[in-house]
C-alpha cells in the first residue's frame, strides 16, 4: 500500500476512534448523572410519603391508582403478607410501565415498609423516557459527525499528504526507479520544503555520483589494463618471432622460444578473457542484433564438426522453435560456442550430444545434454567460478569459459542451470527471461 | 613495397620493421598523429599500420582525415590493444581494410597484408606454385597436375597459412589463432590442429612425395620450400 494511503487511513482510524470515544462516553455520563438525580428526588418522594403516610391516604392509593399525592408520574402502594421487620432496601430498577394508557420507560424506587401491622409495597417512578430521547439524538449526531468528519478528513488528508509526499514519489520514480545506468543519473535537485526528502534527495545523488565514479574509474582500469599488459606481450611476442627467424638457433633454443611463445599466448588468453568478463559485467556491449539462437548454432556446429567427428560423437538437433531475440550477437555465440564445446571436449568417444528446446510459460528453453565425465554437486556449485577448472587429462584449461557464459547470460538476462551426474553427462539449461 | 607504421611504442615498431624489413617491404615510422598526417599527406604507402591509442589523437580521428584524401588506395591494417568487438565493427565501417586485435603474431600480420594485396591488386595469378600443387586463393582450391585435391575448409586454411609464411615454424597455438580465429578459450588445446594436419598430409602425400611438409617436434609445423 503506498504510504500516502496508508497516512490517510491511519488519519481516518484515529479520528472515527476519537469521535466514537468522545460519544460514548457523554452518553454514559448523561445517563449516570440523570439517573442519579432521578434516584435522589425518588428517594425523597418516598421519604415523604412514608413520614406522611395515614389511614385514608393508604386507601385512597390502593382504590384509585391514578390518585397521585406526590407529583410524582407513578405511584404504587400495594399491601403484601405481614413482615414484621420488613426490610429498609430501596431497590432501583428501569422497567416499562403503563400510566394513563401510555407505555413509557420509567427508574422504579421499590421499598417496603410496615403500617399499622400490614405491610406494604411501596413504588415510585419517575419517567426516563426523555433521558432516552436525548440518548437517541447525541448518537445520531454522533453518527452524522463521525460520517462528515470522516469524509472531509479523508478528503483533506488524501490531498495533503498526495501534496506532501508529492517531491517523495518525485525523488523515487526519478532517482531510483527510471535510473537503470548510473551514467544517466539526473543530478538536478527536486523542489521540496521537507528537510528530510532534501536529505534522500542529496543521499541518493551523492551515492550516485560514487556509484558513477566508481564506474568511470573501472572502465578506464579497463581499458588501461588492456593497453598496459597487451601492449607489452605484444612486444615480447614480435620479439620471440623475430628471434626464431634467426638461422643460427640450436633446437633447445627454438624450442624454448616456442615455448615462451605459447606461455605468452596463454597469458594473453587469459587477460583477454577476464577483460571480457569486466566489460559484460559493465555493461560495455549493445543488444542490438536480432539474433536467431538456431542460426548460432549452426553455425557454431560447422566450426566445431571436426571436433565432433575426431571424437565420434553423435550431435542429435533437436531445435524445433524459431526463437529470435535482441542481443549482441558476438556474446550469444561466445556464450553458446563456450557450453557447445565443453560439451564435446568432456564428452565421452562415441557420447552424444543432444541440442533440444521448448516453451514453458511463455519462456523459451534450450538445453545442451552430453554424455560425458559429469560432475559432482560440489563442482556444479563452483563451476562459474572464475578459474575453477575440471580436472581433464587431455586438454589445458584456463577455468574461465563458465565464468564467461555466466557474465554474458546474465547480461542477456539469460539463467542458466546444471545438472549432471558423475559419469553420466550433464546438460545445461538455458533459460531466455525476455518474453516471446 | 612500402609501409607506413603508425605505433607510439618504439620497440613494437622496431620489431615490426625488423620482421617486414625481411620480408622486402619498405618501412617507415611515425609515432604521434602529427607526424603521421605529414608523412600520409607527401606519400603514397601500400600498407599504413594504425594504432589506435595514439599520445596526441585517436587512430580513429586520423583515418577519417586520410580517407578524405582524394584518390587514395593505401591499405590501412588497425592494430590496437583495445579488441573491443565494437571498435573492430568501427574500424572497419570507418573504411580500414582490416583490423588485428594486439597481440598479434607477426605471421598472422603478413597473411592479412598478402591477403589484402591479391584482393586490391587482383593479381593476374591468383595461384601459388609449390612442389607442383597450385593453390587457387580465390577459389581456394588445390590442384596436382590437372587433377583437383579435396579439401576441407580448415585443411585449406592451414595450407595456405603455411605456404604463405614458407620457410618458417608456425607454432600450432599460431595456426589454431588463424584457422578458428581468436575464439576465446579454444586456443588452450591447439593440439587439436594436429588432427587436421595429419589429415591434410594424407591426402596431399597421394600424389607425391610430402618431405617437404615438416613437423617440428613439440612446436608446429613448417613447409620448406
Known amino acids: 500500500m503506498k504510504l500516502q494511503f496508508k497516512l490517510a487511513l491511519y488519519n481516518t482510524l484515529t479520528k472515527i476512534a476519537v469521535i466514537l470515544f468522545t460519544g460514548l462516553f457523554t452518553l454514559l455520563a448523561i445517563e449516570k448523572l440523570s439517573v442519579n438525580h432521578i434516584e435522589a428526588r425518588l428517594d425523597k418522594s418516598k421519604d415523604m410519603v412514608i413520614r406522611q403516610m395515614s389511614a385514608s391516604e393508604i386507601k385512597n392509593l390502593i382504590d384509585q391508582p391514578d390518585y397521585n399525592i406526590l407529583n410524582q408520574e407513578y405511584v404504587l402502594i400495594k399491601p403484601i403478607a405481614f413482615d414484621p421487620a420488613p426490610t429498609n432496601a430501596i431497590k432501583y430498577r428501569t422497567e416499562q410501565r403503563v400510566v394513563d394508557n401510555n407505555s413509557e420507560i420509567y427508574r422504579i424506587l421499590t421499598a417496603h415498609f410496615n403500617f399499622k401491622n400490614q405491610t406494604y409495597l411501596l413504588e415510585i417512578g419517575e419517567s426516563i423516557e426523555s433521558i432516552e430521547d436525548l440518548k437517541t439524538i447525541i448518537k445520531q449526531f454522533t453518527l452524522v459527525v463521525l460520517i462528515i468528519a470522516l469524509a472531509l478528513t479523508l478528503a483533506s488528508d488524501l490531498i495533503f499528504t498526495k501534496y506532501l509526499l508529492s517531491p517523495f514519489y518525485k525523488i523515487i520514480d526519478r532517482k531510483l526507479i527510471k535510473v537503470n545506468d548510473p551514467l544517466n543519473f539526473d543530478y538536478e535537485k527536486v523542489k521540496t520544503s521537507t528537510q528530510d526528502f532534501n536529505l534522500l534527495d542529496d543521499s541518493i545523488s551523492s551515492l550516485m555520483k560514487k556509484i558513477t565514479d566508481l564506474f568511470l574509474l573501472e572502465k578506464q582500469f579497463i581499458a588501461n589494463v588492456s593497453h598496459e599488459l597487451l601492449t607489452p606481450i605484444s612486444i615480447i611476442s614480435s620479439r620471440l618471432e623475430n628471434l626464431m627467424l634467426q638461422e643460427n638457433l640450436s633446437e633447445e633454443a627454438e624450442n624454448k622460444l616456442f615455448a615462451s611463445l605459447k606461455t605468452l599466448n596463454r597469458l594473453k588468453s587469459i587477460i583477454n578473457s577476464l577483460l571480457l568478463i569486466s566489460k559484460v559485467e559493465n555493461h560495455q556491449f549493445n543488444k542490438t542484433d536480432t539474433v536467431k539462437i538456431s542460426d548460432v548454432l549452426a553455425e557454431i556446429m560447422e566450426e566445431l564438426e571436426d571436433r565432433v567427428e575426431n571424437k565420434k560423437i553423435q550431435f542429435h538437433n533437436r531445435i524445433a522453435y524459431q526463437y529470435s531475440m535482441m542481443a549482441n550477437r558476438a556474446l550469444i555465440h561466445t556464450l553458446l560456442f563456450n557450453i557447445v564445446n565443453n560439451a564435446i571436449k568432456y564428452n565421452a568417444v562415441k557420447g552424444h550430444l543432444v541440442i533440444s528446446d521448448d516453451v514453458v510459460n511463455n519462456t523459451y528453453r534450450l538445453q545442451i545434454a552430453d554424455t560425458g565425465v559429469g560432475m559432482e554437486p560440489e563442482q556444479i556449485e563452483k563451476a562459474f567460478n572464475r578459474f575453477e577448472k575440471l580436472e581433464s587429462d587431455e586438454m589445458e584449461s584456463f577455468g574461465l569459459g563458465l565464468a564467461i557464459v555466466k557474465s554474458i547470460a546474465t547480461f542477456h538476462n539469460i539463467s542458466i542451470d546444471i545438472q549432471s551426474n558423475r559419469g553420466k553427462g550433464t546438460t545445461f539449461t538455458l533459460t531466455f527471461n525476455s518474453k516471446i | ?225
Open chain 2, 1 to 225: 613495397m612500402n609501409v607506413l607504421i603508425v605505433e607510439d611504442e618504439k620497440s613494437l615498431a622496431l620489431e615490426i620493421d625488423e620482421f617486414l624489413s625481411r620480408e622486402g617491404f619498405t618501412v617507415e615510422h611515425a609515432r604521434t598523429r602529427r607526424s603521421a598526417e605529414e608523412k600520409i599527406f607527401v606519400n603514397n604507402y601500400d600498407f599504413i599500420l594504425l594504432d589506435l591509442g595514439l599520445p596526441d589523437s585517436d587512430g580513429f580521428d586520423l583515418l577519417k582525415v586520410f580517407k578524405k584524401l582524394p584518390d587514395r588506395d593505401d591499405a590501412v591494417i588497425i592494430l590496437t590493444a583495445r579488441g573491443a568487438i565494437d571498435d573492430r565493427i568501427h574500424g572497419l565501417e570507418a573504411g580500414a581494410d582490416d583490423y588485428l586485435p594486439k597481440p598479434f603474431s607477426l605471421n598472422e600480420l603478413l597473411a592479412r597484408i598478402h591477403a589484402i594485396t591479391r584482393r586490391k591488386h587482383k593479381l593476374d595469378s591468383n595461384e601459388i606454385n609449390i612442389k607442383g600443387y597450385r593453390i587457387n586463393i580465390q577459389n581456394r582450391t588445390v590442384y596436382y597436375n590437372e587433377e583437383r585435391i579435396n579439401l576441407t575448409k580448415k585443411e585449406f586454411e592451414i595450407f595456405n597459412y603455411l605456404v604463405l609464411n614458407k620457410n618458417r615454424v608456425i607454432s600450432r597455438t599460431n595456426l589454431t589463432e588463424h584457422v578458428w580465429g581468436d575464439v576465446l578459450e579454444i586456443n588452450s588445446d591447439s593440439n587439436f590442429v594436429d588432427v587436421h594436419v595429419k589429415n591434410l598430409r594424407k591426402k596431399l602425400s597421394q600424389f607425391a612425395p610430402v618431405d617437404w611438409f615438416e613437423t617440428v617436434r613439440s612446436i608446429g609445423y613448417r613447409i620448406n620450400i
